[in-house]
């Protein structure tokens, strides 16, 4: 079942979901460095019928890829244990469901934003953000509300 919050609970857990999000960014990030090396040690072998490796220089990379690959997911368990929802690491973009005047939407925030200031549609996305306004504010609730 999908939990729904209400702008004040979504954000009142961004002081959590940051330093969450920055540190997800980052393990992306190193993952993804240590990955590329990896594969272009593999295309050398491959393209090369085989070549000396520094065998320990591909297991440190492994170690570190593994690593931040396992830290990743932890780190992105912890944010959607929150009930909100990753679209977007490389921009660090979260959506909160909520209940707008009957309908399922999302209160969408990009890391670097001051709280929480839009909302779409579910097909929506991004391109279609909308400011939070009165009506909205008077009109969607959380599931505690």
């Known amino acids: 079942m999908s939990r729904f919050f209400s702008l004040r609970q979504a954000e009142s857990l961004l002081a959590m979901l940051e330093p969450a999000v920055r540190r997800a960014m980052t393990l992306k990030t190193a993952f993804q460095e240590s990955d590329e090396q990896l594969d272009s040690i593999a295309k050398r072998i491959s393209a ?6 520094n065998q320990e220089e591909a297991l440190v990379l492994r170690n570190r890829r593994d690593s931040a690959g396992l830290r990743l997911k932890e780190c992105i368990d912890e944010i959607q244990s929150t009930g909100c929802q990753i679209k977007d690491l490389e921009i660090g973009l979260l959506d909160f469901p909520t209940l707008y005047r009957g309908e399922e939407v999302l209160l ?34 959380g599931d505690a509300d």
């Not at 090369?48 to 490796?53: I, N, P, Y």
């Not at 990009?110 to 009506?135: A, M, S, V, Y």
């Open 108 to 141: 969408c925030w990009r890391l670097g934003e001051e709280g929480i200031r839009f909302w779409h549609n579910l097909t929506e996305g991004f391109r279609g953000r909308k400011p939070i306004d009165e009506d909205f504010c008077r009109n969607h609730v």
């Open 48 to 53: 090369l019928g085989g070549t000396r490796v």
